[in-house]
């Protein structure tokens, strides 16, 4: 009897513990309904990543079902409030090509915008996607001019251009510190913005745990510890040409290419001289190549 309960003990344990280690059943062929709540239960629990799982099998189980759209609008706007910027356009994009009506399109371009600024939180950073988010902004004003989120539109394009001008102008500063005049002066010019006023301006602050390792846009937080001299700062200073470096100011003298020895004069016989003829005639036409030629 002893042993029997002792066995009793053990098996119940093993089942319990077994089927707290089981994994969820894997589920297929399931109705479009089915996997739509599922994406929306994930969703409001904040599981981003379950609801991508159960979209895909809404997706390849119904790829006609008219859940689909409104599924896919709604992990874009979930993976936006997540901040997963990059998902969002992915679905945004999804959206746009395949489900988006005329009126919807411009609805789902505006996000797409509004994602691209929105993942740009910090100054200075991501230049590709800066002049990416500008283009963009500008194809938006140009295909919808009377949309309603024009002046929102135009309101972010005005900032992401402070913040292009901010960024090469740090970039500027830095070439300048280095000793590097000509590329500052490039990122000077490029993408000039005439309208800004930089004395008007207060630029985007950094907070000060990262302003440590950044600084603040003008000057490295390790300036101090860089001596100011050139062997240091600079090995590569760009010299200006009027100026010379060397003390000795005379030109080396030019080195005369050896003249080609002359080739002694032949006295050749008429049929010599005619055969000779033939043979630049028929190299000129290329017929045959130098090794070819008697010449």
Known sequence: MK????????????ILFFSGCSKEV??????????????????????????????????????????LPEATMILAIAHMFYEEYLLSEHFLNEYIKRYATSNEKEDAEFLKIKSKYLALPNPRRDQALIAQAIVESQTFKDNYPNSMYYDIVETMQTRLYLAQAALNETIADLYVRIDKPKSAEYYRNINLQPWIKWDELDRANTPWYR?????????????FMVPDTRSVVSRNSVVDDNTTTTKDKT???????????EK??????KFQEDEINKAKTLKEKGIITEDDSIL
Do not use: M, R
């Open 26 to 67: 894997e589920e297929y062929n399931k109705p479009a309904v089915y996997w739509y709540n599922k994406i929306v239960k994930s969703i409001s629990n904040g599981n981003l990543e379950k609801a991508d799982n159960y979209y895909s099998s809404l997706q390849g189980e119904h790829i006609g079902s008219p859940l």
């Open 264 to 269: 002694p004069k032949q006295n050749l016989s």
């Open 3 to 14: 042993f029997k309960n002792s066995f009793l003990l053990t098996a119940l344990t093993a």
């Open 251 to 261: 030109k080396p003298k030019e080195i005369q290419k050896p003249k080609e020895a």
């Open 211 to 223: 302003e440590w390792f950044e600084g603040d846009g003008t000057e490295s937080w390790y300036a």
